[in-house]
């Protein structure tokens, strides 16, 4: 009977010690549970310290140049002037080529070749790679639904695209679609068929607020020259200059306002690869468009400060002391007075890289081609505008009245006298008229630049830096005691 008490009280007392450990165990959880709390409700609350960034820039997506966030002046005979700012933002360095645009063009014929004409499966995606792949720009947002292209099977970098591979069977199929058309004796796209959808927000006009998608054909305009130049010669222009490789380099002309703003939508979707490789840019949402009216002058003057007049005076040199000839040389592409078109250097358009850049690293800005810009032209534009980032939109369809259609174009060209080449002088065509002297180049919201201006301070530095200053102030001058000393 004793043994039987002894164990069962034993036994008691070790269900009584597991339920002490066990509500040990548990306020012990609580107590850590809301120490983690603590620390996160600390973590949550604490903002951190701000550090000004590396560097003067951002690492900028190839091919462009960081613009810094500035000042630029609106001029207007009316209004009088008047001063804007522009957040930063990245524009391309050079206008865009023939081979960039080339690029583009070969793009959408291939998508139209294989999503509506040869509809082979082996280039698409599998079902199990359309998640991983699509990420890498590789996807196809005008092809069929459901389904996206595997571009590394359609066509390799440095390869033929699709549309000119010299099998006999695509070949057929191609030009039994109308695809291919035969043009003087060579096989070329039909323009009627490479086309490019895209879906945007229109701003203002008859469908403001409205997403729509407009279809747009994108193969330039290559009888530019002769229509441009009824009776002049220029023949080897019209034949070669989109075409040829030696021209590879040159600023693509042809182009109206609407296929250069498809040319920004397309390289938005396909240069996610790229940007992903941007540890800065890789986190935002960024997009390529035409620059506005605004950013297309700032850039072009280089200067941050419209009022530094020093600056503005250096970045206009538009000559060069030449070594040999102790002559001064021109530095910009334009027409120099009547008959006289060939002391810059070319006859025509140059390569983009021709001359110096400017101070922001930009070439050609003044001369060349002249540019698109985003903006709807209006005389009065200065009026009514914002003070931060300023444009004026205005989204026409093909119905509209001319002065609707209008752009504004900037910048001068090859065949311009020097009154163009002003960073502020304004000139405009219609969206859909493109010119053997208007090109275009793009732009991309930027990041702002921490500067040292704007990192975290502790208060002690302002206060000591008031020491000094009362210090400064309060003390006698050594040169006027040593003087009062030797008198006495």
């Known amino acids: 009977m004793n043994e039987f008490n002894l164990s069962l009280k034993s036994k008691r007392n070790g269900v009584s010690k597991r339920k002490i450990l066990s509500k040990i165990s548990v306020v012990a959880a609580i107590l850590i549970a809301e120490t983690i709390t603590s620390c996160k409700s600390v973590d949550f609350y604490e903002a951190k310290s701000v550090y000004s960034t590396r560097g003067k820039s951002v690492f900028p997506p190839p091919g462009m140049v960081y613009v810094p966030s500035g000042t630029v002046v609106y001029k207007s005979s009316a209004e009088g002037d008047r001063k804007v700012s522009l957040s930063p933002f990245f524009m391309d360095a050079t206008e865009v080529t023939n081979y960039q645009y080339r690029e583009f063009v070969n793009w959408v014929a291939d998508s139209v070749a294989v999503t509506d004409i040869l509809k082979d499966e082996k280039y698409f995606l599998k079902a199990k790679k359309v998640k991983s792949k699509s990420k890498k720009g590789l996807s196809d947002p005008t092809g069929a639904p459901g389904k996206l292209i595997d571009w590394t099977k359609v066509r390799q970098h440095g390869k033929l695209p699709l549309w000119q591979n010299p099998d006999p069977a695509i070949q057929s199929k191609l030009q039994d679609a109308k695809l291919i058309v035969e043009v003087n004796g060579k096989n070329s796209l039909n323009k009627e068929m490479v086309k490019y959808g895209y879906s945007f927000r229109h701003a203002a006009g008859p469908n403001a ?50 296929q250069a703003r498809a040319f920004a939508n397309w390289r938005s979707k396909t240069s996610a690869n790229l940007l992903s490789k941007n540890n800065t840019l890789k986190s935002y949402q960024l997009l390529f468009s035409l620059p ?24 206009a040199l538009l000559t060069y002391k030449d070594k040999k000839s102790k002559k001064d040389k021109l530095l910009v592409n334009f027409k120099q007075g009547e008959g006289h078109y060939t002391e810059d250097g070319s006859t025509f358009t140059l390569p983009v890289k021709s001359y110096a850049p400017n101070a922001f690293g930009l070439y050609n800005m003044n001369g060349n081609v002249a540019e698109w810009t985003l903006d709807a032209f209006s005389p009065s534009a200065i009026e009514f505008v914002h003070d931060l980032n300023p444009v004026l939109q205005y989204d026409a369809d093909a119905n509209a009245p001319a002065a609707m259609k209008r752009k504004v174009v900037r910048g001068g060209s090859w065949k311009d006298s020097g009154q163009t080449l002003d960073v502020e002088s304004r000139n405009y065509e219609l969206q859909d008229k493109s010119h053997s002297y208007i090109g275009f180049r793009c732009v991309m919201p930027a990041v702002e630049v921490i500067t040292d201006q704007v990192r975290t301070r502790k208060p002690s530095e302002l206060v000591e830096k008031e020491k000094k200053k009362s210090k400064g102030s309060s003390e006698p001058k050594k040169s006027k005691k040593g003087s009062d000393k030797k008198s006495a």
């Open 209 to 258: 607020d409205k997403y729509i998608k407009e279809t747009i054909s994108v193969i330039p305009e290559t009888d530019v020259w002769v229509n441009d130049f009824p009776n002049s010669q220029v023949d080897i222009m019209t034949e070669n200059y989109y075409q040829t490789r030696s021209f590879d380099h040159y600023p693509v002309v042809g182009v109206n306002w609407m």
């Open 292 to 315: 506005t009216e605004a950013q297309w002058q700032y850039a072009a003057a280089g200067v941050v400060n419209p009022e530094d007049k020093e600056a503005v005076k250096k970045n």
